[in-house]
Nanobody, 121 residues
């Protein structure tokens, strides 16, 4: 399994930006990584996903397209979620997740971080 540790959450005003980070360590057979979020009283939803080896972005939720970007650092030790023009509806706990696949076409990833809170007012 892979270990994931998120950071970078916080409280911001609408229109501001945040970048979430997820430190990746452990298993080297990760196939897909992604960011998910869950707001109080709502189902967990996928925000963005990419293939670990190629860094091809497999999925970006319609609600964040054009505002959020998912990417890895060169060493592939940190997954980022750049969030621009944040809105109150983006308020949620954000989780980094990883899976050995195959593919990225599912949401029940095997490994998940502890989450980081993002609050937009």
């Amino acid at each position: 399994h892979v270990q994931l540790v998120e950071s970078g959450g916080g409280s911001v005003q609408a229109g501001e930006s945040l970048t979430l980070s997820c430190m990746v360590s452990g298993s080297t057979d990760t196939h897909c990584m992604g960011w998910f979020r869950q707001a109080p009283g709502k189902e967990r939803e996928a925000v963005a996903k990419l293939y670990f080896d190629t860094e091809y972005i497999y999925y970006v939720a319609d609600s964040v397209k054009g505002r959020f970007n998912i990417y890895l650092n060169n060493a592939k030790t940190t997954l980022f979620l750049l969030m621009n023009n944040l809105q109150p509806e983006d308020t949620a706990t954000y989780y980094c997740a990883a899976d050995r696949g195959p593919g990225c076409g599912f949401d029940d990833f095997s490994d998940r971080g502890q989450g980081t809170q993002v609050t937009v007012s």
